[in-house]
């Protein structure tokens, strides 16, 4: 048994596959040594703890729940399980064992602007970036850390808003949109911005709102510019190979990013914003401060060590390649899919296919948005989500969006099974 350990975290201890030692800095800046459980006290005790943790460090990975024929599929949600596949593969290469001691502080990194941010995580963060090439990380761009994107989202509305206003600023974006953008600006009843509705409805040149741009867009997939000219918040969380072409360097004054649509990890509950204004990221800092008292620094050490795991297998073939593994699973749902309503005689219809060339695949290749925005042509049918219902499919109504009842926002990111019954119920539909 070898245990890995990088600076600030001890790694699983694993069977000693790959043959690579490493060593690192404590959390307090020390030099650590590598260490060997099968003859280290200290070391045996970090390996025996792991197994004690809840999980049986030792026991197989679980296999795909089964679900029933005549189950009611929930496909309303966004959630990502569709990568339980991929990391089961990746068996202990993506494994963490965290020693009871560490980080015990609030503060990650007090030189750092955002001070609970765990350094491993930011350069992990930068590197995956630079792989990609997805966003300009490197130019100046400060990185906050928060608890996933919709922490980081308050806080940009919050840093954007202008001190002393006699109202709150507006908050617009264009229809159809994310469906969690209105109650979560609204939620808080604050003082400094309220939700204000479709940006489209805006005269172009205004600049009295902070206009929220998704894109690749949820619902729909579509790749989204401003349509205001003032303040904006670039949601960019669904810009990865596996869901569109990469066609160049993101660089918007504040960018938003989140581990659940990379890794599929969405209860690691971590985001990133890249924040080109110093004072913009400061405010941002404060107000996660202030809602959380930073963020969890074994969820950035778990994440470091899962977005390494992406970029080593680009790196040096140390494993799976996660964002072809994602890409051929999506390419294979979204023909399955459109097969599926062709096949309805009319009774569906879903946007169109785009392509472009991909920096990152050196190839032209389609999107495979993580969304379906499936729209019901049926005669007699006004609200897709309530027809569906009746065939046993949950889905996320259009008007949440801000766009038509008969359309239905339907997750493409669940497991293979409940995928399955998915397709069997959309051909049986005429």
């Known amino acids: 048994m070898t245990c890995l350990c990088v600076p600030a975290v001890f790694l699983a201890c694993a069977a000693p596959s790959t043959g690579h030692k490493t ?5 307090d800046g020390q030099q650590q040594r590598n260490i060997n459980p099968a003859s280290g006290t200290r070391g045996k005790l970090v390996a025996a703890r792991a197994g004690r943790s809840g999980m049986d460090r030792d026991a197989p990975a679980p296999s795909e729940p089964v679900v029933a024929p005549d189950a009611v599929i929930n496909l309303e949600l966004g959630d990502p399980t569709m990568y339980e596949a991929f990391w089961r593969e990746a068996g202990e290469l993506a494994d963490v ?12 990194d007090a030189g750092n602007l955002c001070w609970f941010l765990d350094p491993e995580f930011e350069r992990e963060v930068r590197r995956l970036h630079r792989l990609v090439g997805n966003a300009a990380v490197d130019d100046g761009y400060h990185l906050v850390v928060g608890t996933g994107a919709t922490q980081l989202f308050q806080a940009a509305m919050y840093a954007l808003s202008p001190a002393g206003a006699d109202r709150p600023i507006g908050v617009v974006s264009p229809a159809p949109y994310y469906s969690s953008y209105p109650p979560q600006t609204d939620l808080l009843l604050s003082g400094y911005y309220r939700w204000a509705g479709d940006a489209n409805a805006l005269d172009g040149s205004n600049d009295g709102h902070i206009e929220l741009v998704c894109s690749p867009n949820n619902p ?20 990865w190979p596996q869901y569109t072409p990469i066609t160049g360097a993101a660089a918007h004054d504040i960018m ?7 890794t599929g990890h969405a209860g690691t509950r971590l985001g990133w914003a890249l924040v080109k204004d110093r004072d913009v990221a400061k405010k941002m800092v404060y107000f996660v401060d202030r809602a959380s008292i930073g963020v969890s620094r074994d969820s950035q050490l778990r ?3 899962l977005l390494a795991v992406v970029s080593d297998a680009y790196d040096d073939d140390s494993g799976g390649r996660l964002f072809d593994f994602a890409r051929r699973r999506m390419a294979e749902r979204w023909r399955a899919l459109r097969a599926a309503v062709a096949g309805t005689g009319g009774a569906f219809s879903l946007p169109e296919e785009t392509t472009g060339y991909c920096n990152f695949t050196k190839q032209t290749v389609a999107a495979y948005p993580a969304f379906a925005w499936l729209r019901c042509e049926k005669d007699g049918v006004e609200d897709c989500a309530e027809f569906l219902r009746g065939q046993g499919i949950v889905a996320r109504g259009g008007e949440q969006f801000g766009g038509d009842a008969r359309c239905v926002r339907v997750n493409m990111l669940d497991r293979d099974g409940v995928f399955d019954i998915l397709i069997r119920r959309i051909s049986s539909i005429t």
Do not use: C, N, Q
């Not at 729909?220 to 960019?236: F, M, N, T, Y």
């Open 303 to 305: 994440a470091a060590k």
């Open 23 to 27: 060593t690192g800095l404590l959390g």
């Open 220 to 239: 729909d997939g579509a790749i989204r510019e401003a349509v205001l000219s003032g303040k904006a918040i670039h949601d960019l969380v669904y810009y």
């Open 97 to 108: 064992v965290i020693p009871g001691w560490w980080g015990m502080s609030y503060t990650s």
């Open 256 to 262: 938003l990013f989140t581990v659940s649509k990379i």
